[in-house]
């Protein structure tokens, strides 16, 4: 099967702007699953929880049943990050929509980054994994800061992910040295969507520094985008080639866990 990465810039506050891009890309992209960006939807650095409620949606929105009835048109599937709200709480999900009609699956940001505290909830899903049966493929998402914490990719594999889908508005380059380990350790797929350009809100820049990238199960790249430019990247992935964690005929990565002297 082959996956996507769309790397693009959202314009903050537009919705309409960005999902009517995001709906562009689905059309256009021949791969059976598409990874969008966190927050792709609205735009990433709020003011405050009170902006972010006005521009937040709910899981029953129209956007979302008009991107379901695409995935399931175009057979595809769609992950993409948005604001969730959910009674008085808000959280930075994303949201997992699948070519079926299976309901839609949220993943909510579990570790929040930087000023996301003031804004957001704590996502209080835990890490879980969505089997797909047509195209056949588990998947585990996180978000973007998650990746730091290398016990969400390891429940995310343990849980029985082939591929970690990752929506992303990274702001610095340190994720680099991580990611490929994320996805070597758990000998997983990873996809981190990530998006460009500058939000100048809060009285800081951010610069979001694209060079979006796809991950095999070894910790090579399969593809990756520039860090400065709207971009589609693909792979071909054989999600069955990480359920056998064996990498000699000696060692097996979750066989040979010695779980009892670790915390
Ligand atoms: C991040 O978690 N958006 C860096």
């Known amino acids: 099967m ?21 709906l562009d890309a689905v059309k256009s992209v021949k791969s059976d699953l598409i990874v969008f960006p966190e927050l792709c939807l609205t735009g990433y650095d709020f003011v405050s929880r009170e902006e972010a409620m006005k521009l937040a949606l709910e899981v029953q929105d129209l956007v979302f049943t008009e991107l379901k009835n695409l995935a399931i048109k175009e057979k595809k599937i769609i992950v993409i990050g948005f604001p969730e709200i959910s009674g008085d709480k808000l959280y930075n999900s994303a949201a997992i929509l699948l ?5 839609n699956n949220v993943y909510r940001k579990t570790h929040l980054f930087f000023r996301e505290r003031f804004i957001f909830d704590e996502g209080d899903m835990g890490f879980f994994v969505i089997e797909s049966i047509e195209p056949e493929i588990k998947i585990g998402t996180m978000i973007c800061y998650d ?22 508005n ?23 969507a990530n998006r460009i350009g500058i939000e100048n809100r809060n009285g800081q820049e951010l610069l979001f520094n694209g060079s979006s990238q796809i991950y095999s199960y070894n910790g090579s790249v399969l593809s990756k985008a520039h860090p400065d430019t709207e971009e589609i990247i693909s792979a071909e992935i054989e999600p069955i080639m990480t359920r056998n964690k064996s990498f000699n005929e000696f060692n097996d990565i979750f066989a040979d866990r010695r779980s009892q002297y670790y915390l």
Do not use: M
């Not at 070519?99 to 309901?103: R, Y």
């Not at 990746?147 to 992303?168: K, M």
């Not at 070597?184 to 981190?192: G, I």
């Open 170 to 192: 990274l702001v610095t380059n340190v994720w680099h040295i991580a990611t490929p380990a994320r996805a070597l350790e758990n000998k997983v797929y990873l996809a981190v």
């Open 147 to 168: 990746w730091r914490f290398p016990e969400a990719s390891r429940t995310l594999a343990l849980n029985g992910a082939d591929l970690i889908v990752c929506p992303s």
């Open 2 to 22: 082959f996956i996507s990465v769309v790397q693009f810039e959202p314009k903050f506050g537009e919705i309409e702007t960005n999902f009517s891009r995001v």
């Open 99 to 103: 070519p079926n009609p299976q309901l």
